[in-house]
């Protein structure tokens, strides 16, 4: 089993930027991909960006340019750096952890999930 805890969400100004970390604990040794997804009020839980073992990295189209997920191996800590935010980027942002080996931009593979952070920007 693998635990995410996520942090760093807050409330900013439209053009400012946030830092979201996502500290993993646990058997991490079969971690094959860490994503952020976010939900907003009312609409489906949806995928921003993942990076795989292999240091590949995937960006939903709305936020490609915005975001830069990366990780810092030593810290167990996978970060997603927002900037340039806007306020249809309010939402409550996740971390979740893919075993399977496939499926990377797919909320259904995967496996763990963080209790998630709340990101609010305003106009």
């Known amino acids: 089993q693998v635990q995410l805890v996520e942090s760093g969400g807050g409330l900013v100004q439209a053009g400012g930027s946030l830092r979201l970390s996502c500290t993993l604990s646990?058997?991490?040794?079969?971690?094959?991909?860490v994503g952020w997804f976010r939900q907003a009020a009312g609409k489906e839980r949806e995928f921003v960006a993942a990076i795989k073992r292999s240091d590949n990295t995937y960006y939903a189209d709305s936020v490609k340019g915005r975001f830069t997920i990366f990780r810092d191996n030593a810290k167990n800590t996978v970060y997603l750096q927002l900037n340039n935010l806007k306020p249809e980027d309010t939402a409550v942002y996740y971390c979740?952890?893919?075993?399977?080996?496939?499926?990377?931009?797919?909320?259904?593979?995967?496996?763990?999930w963080g209790q998630g952070t709340q990101v609010t920007v305003s106009s």
């Open positions: 646990g058997r991490t040794s079969s971690t094959y991909a």
């Open positions: 979740a952890e893919n075993q399977g080996g496939y499926g990377a931009t797919f909320l259904r593979f995967y496996d763990n």
